[in-house]
């Protein structure tokens, strides 16, 4: 079993800056990727980044070049820097991992923080 503990969200202005942070516990040498996801009104759940083990990154091509994301393996954490925020980035955010238990693949999911960004 992996828990999450997602923190950082908030209101911020357009054009503002916000960092989530995403804590994981339990059984974390078995995580391989970390992922944010985030959930707009009325929209699917949609993915924002990837990060591998290795720490080759993947964006959705709305987030590239504003978004950042980062992992810290020592402290078993994902963070997602989110910088020229847009009104239409407003969702809740959900981290995400990716955990192989006994050659069984499982997703984990955070409990999501609210993003609002104001025009």
């Known amino acids: 079993q992996v828990q999450l503990v997602e923190s950082g969200g908030g209101l911020v202005q357009a054009g503002g800056s916000l960092r989530l942070s995403c804590a994981a516990s339990?059984?974390?040498?078995?995580?391989?990727?970390m992922r944010w996801f985030r959930q707009g009104p009325g929209n699917q759940r949609e993915l924002v980044a990837a990060i591998t083990s290795g720490g080759s990154t993947d964006y959705a091509d709305s987030v590239k070049g504003r978004f950042t994301i980062s992992r810290d393996n020592a402290k078993n954490t994902v963070y997602l820097q989110m910088n020229s925020l847009k009104p239409e980035d407003t969702a809740v955010y959900y981290c995400?991992?990716?955990?192989?238990?006994?050659?069984?693949?499982?997703?984990?999911w955070g409990q999501g923080t609210q993003v609002t960004v104001s025009s």
């Open positions: 995400n991992v990716i955990a192989t238990i006994v050659r069984v693949s499982y997703n984990y």
């Open positions: 339990g059984r974390t040498s078995s995580i391989s990727a």
